[in-house]
């Protein structure tokens, strides 16, 4: 059985092939979903993952069903399983019906829980450790910015959460580039530091780490910064914002990256705390192409988990839990 839950493990042909898939299925139409259906439990708030899905469902010939999350999981936060009936159960009752299921939750355990048990493919639509869609997004917005064989240096400044993580997996298995500066309590634990390094070896790619923008901007040809403070972590706002004073994206530190560097954000954007509205609104900002490609993207995806399952070699990759 094939899940989306992370990069990890995923092989530079499988991801190309992913997003390959994308844009042929944006350009032709196809409608490979016809009367298939994926239910969307949603822990958190959403906008772009919520609608940029739904429409590349909907376009692909298929329908969303929204469950609402105690229906599936308990309420509140840092789930547990309701006492309702087991994940099993309502799983298994689930792929009756339906194809697949795209969750946004708050512990990445809930996602292995409901994937090891679900016979139909659990989607991962963000949880605290990983944004594998909006990774997609990105590695499809690079691509066509840039073209599809080259390689970029990127610099990613800010916090060392989900949304970095899955977009330098999805970077360094393409072997580019990744720079990231980000202050020390909120930075990568050296194991994870090993982990990018490791990829960046295996695909010919680097991979660098620091707290000081100024050492990893000169040659970046693309900035991207997420927001300082993540959904359930609002308790820790005023510490993290604290944390992070100094590593706003203004024009000043777009001006450190190459001249014709772009500008990237996963949005929702804090203007005037991560980033300026000067740098937001620029010519060189690519946020509403990545929001428009969270929709072509997602077709990749979807196409190949329920109206194409993965046949390759590593047929266990985009099963990594
Ligand atoms: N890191 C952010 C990404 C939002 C798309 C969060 O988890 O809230």
């Excluded at 355990?109 to 909006?134: D, F, G, R, W």
């Excluded at 944390?243 to 001006?255: E, L, P, R, S």
């Amino acid at each position: 059985m094939n899940h989306f839950l992370s990069l990890t493990g995923l092989l530079p042909d499988e991801l190309n092939n992913l997003l390959d898939s994308a844009t042929e299925l944006q350009q032709s139409g196809e409608q490979v979903l016809f009367n298939k259906h994926v239910l969307f439990v949603f822990e958190k708030p959403s906008l772009r993952t919520v609608l940029g899905t739904e429409v590349a469902v909907n376009q692909l010939g298929g329908h969303v069903i929204h469950a609402k999350p105690e229906i599936m999981l308990s309420p509140g936060k840092n789930v547990e399983y309701s006492s309702r009936e087991s994940v099993k159960d309502t799983i298994r009752n689930v792929s009756q019906w339906c194809d697949s299921i795209f969750a946004r939750v708050y512990s990445h355990k809930t996602l292995t829980e409901m994937a090891t048990v679900s016979p139909i493919p659990v989607v991962n639509a963000l949880c605290e450790t990983y944004h594998p869609m909006q990774a997609m997004a990105d590695l499809l917005t690079i691509r066509e910015y840039f073209g599809t064989d080259e390689k970029i240096a990127l610099t990613f400044i800010g916090d060392a959460n989900n949304v970095a993580r899955s977009l330098f997996e999805g970077l360094l298995t393409l072997g580019h580039d990744v720079r990231f500066a980000g202050p020390d309590s909120c930075s990568w634990k050296p194991e994870e530091i090993l982990y990018f390094e490791k990829l960046a070896l295996s695909y010919g790619g680097q991979f660098t780490c620091s707290s000081r923008p100024e050492e990893v901007l000169p040659g970046a040809q693309v900035v991207y910064t997420d927001t300082f403070v993540s959904m359930g972590e609002e308790h820790l706002a005023a510490e993290k914002l604290g944390f992070f004073h100094g590593y706003q994206v203004d024009a000043a530190m777009m001006a450190q990256a190459e001249p014709e560097a772009v500008f990237m954000h996963c949005q929702p954007a804090h203007r005037g705390v991560e980033v300026t509205s000067e740098v937001l609104d620029a010519p060189c900002s690519l946020v509403m192409k990545q929001a428009f490609n969270r929709m072509v993207s997602a077709k990749g995806v979807f196409a190949r988990l329920i109206a194409d399952p993965w046949k390759s070699q590593a047929e266990n990759q985009l099963a990594t839990l």
